[in-house]
């Protein structure tokens, strides 16, 4: 069982950063791939980011490569989202997530429960 809590989401103003954390519970965190999700009102759930177990491989969405980066502290059961040079279609809910594996399509199956950000124009 894993339970994952985000934190960091806010109000910003257009080109502006934040950084999001998720805290994760759980002995198999250093093992599991970790990801970030978006929603924005009346779009559907989109991916964002994943980084592997051991933080050493990572994969972006197009629309926030350059832009964002993850990583992960699995002393501390940490993953984060460094947003930089945000913009208003980055206003979203954001959500952490874990699966077993980093490559293939294979389900995240525990989810946090998101994290507004949004940013003004």
């Known amino acids: 069982q894993v339970q994952l809590v985000e934190s960091g989401g806010g109000l910003v103003q257009a080109g502006g950063s934040l950084r999001l954390s998720c805290a994760a519970s759980?002995?198999?965190?250093?093992?599991?791939?970790m990801g970030w999700f978006r929603q924005a009102p009346g779009k559907e759930r989109e991916f964002v980011a994943r980084i592997s177990a051991s933080g050493g491989t990572t994969y972006y969405a197009d629309s926030v490569k350059g832009r964002f980066t993850i990583s992960r502290d699995n002393a501390k059961n940490m993953v984060y989202l460094q947003m930089n040079s945000l913009n208003p279609e980055d206003t979203a809910v954001y959500y952490c997530?874990?699966?077993?594996?980093?490559?293939?399509?294979?389900?995240?199956?525990?989810w946090g429960q998101g994290t507004q950000v949004t940013v003004s124009s």
């Open positions: 997530a874990t699966r077993p594996t980093f490559y293939g399509n294979g389900p995240y199956d525990y």
């Open positions: 759980g002995r198999t965190f250093s093992s599991r791939t």
